[in-house]
């Protein structure tokens, strides 16, 4: 157990839906990282906060958007979903004050779009 | 553009063999290197990481080797058990906090 928290565990829904994936990270980590896994692409980073603030932007959408509240619990917001977007995403943390850079992966959502 | 390649795709090794995975990266500014290892419907865990302070590092049956000047990085898995099955991913980053680029993955499949 990495000590990460993801809700929901999976998530069905329809195209043109908007959901809300929500991560708690590991007792006292500020960094939080929002990975998407597809088969064909493997992991793909979508966004990172530190802190409540966005640290780094990856792949992610426009229609994808993230944000870190200040109990440092972060949440994945995915809107006019497509089939597309099915897929596994992941979250981590780390803990930046360690001076080492381990992330820790939570168990994943699996989202399936119909 | 993957910044980090990964091969080979899959990989099928009998119990007690040795398992090679192969990583290659292009970016000179990636200082911290980490394995993950991911077993169905879980996230991944990481395995071994390294500097490029260090051309090998070992905990038990893991070994990192790694070649600054070629770019390039490998996990070597030695005496090979089924309970390794799993999908390892090699990844890079600029320390520190920064966000990892994974290769596409290595599906290993160990045979009793």
């Known amino acids: 157990d990495s000590g990460v928290t993801q809700t929901p565990k999976h998530l069905i829904t329809a195209t043109g839906q908007r959901v809300t994936l929500r991560c708690s990270p590991r007792?006292?980590?500020?960094?939080v990282y929002w990975y998407q896994q597809s088969l064909d692409q493997g992991l793909q980073f979508l966004i990172q906060?530190?802190?409540?603030?966005?640290?780094a932007k990856g792949n992610i959408l426009e229609r994808f958007s993230a944000q870190q509240f200040p109990d440092l619990h972060s949440e994945l917001n995915l809107s006019s979903l497509e089939l597309g977007d099915s897929a596994l995403y992941f979250c981590?943390?780390?803990?930046?004050?360690?001076?080492?850079?381990?992330?820790?992966f939570g168990p994943g959502t699996r989202l399936t779009v119909l | 553009q993957q910044q980090v390649k990964q091969s080979p795709q899959s990989l099928i090794v009998q119990k007690g063999g040795i398992s090679i995975i192969n990583c290659a990266y292009e970016?000179?500014?990636?200082?911290?290197f980490p394995w993950y290892q991911q077993f169905p419907g879980k996230g991944p865990a990481l395995l071994i990481a390294?500097?490029?302070?260090?051309s090998e590092k070992k905990e038990g049956r893991f070994t990192i080797s790694f070649n600054k000047s070629a770019k390039q990085f490998s996990l070597h898995i030695m005496d090979s058990q089924p309970g390794d099955s799993a999908t390892y991913f090699c990844?890079?980053?600029?320390?520190?906090?920064?966000?990892?680029?994974f290769g596409t993955g290595t599906s290993l499949t160990v045979i009793p």
């Open positions: 970016n000179t500014a990636f200082d911290y």
């Open positions: 390294i500097r490029p302070d260090v």
């Open positions: 906060y530190y802190n409540g603030e966005e640290r």
């Open positions: 007792s006292g980590d500020l960094s």
């Open positions: 990844a890079a980053s600029r320390l520190p906090g920064n966000q990892f680029y």
């Open positions: 981590a943390s780390s803990s930046r004050t360690s001076g080492r850079n381990e992330q820790f």
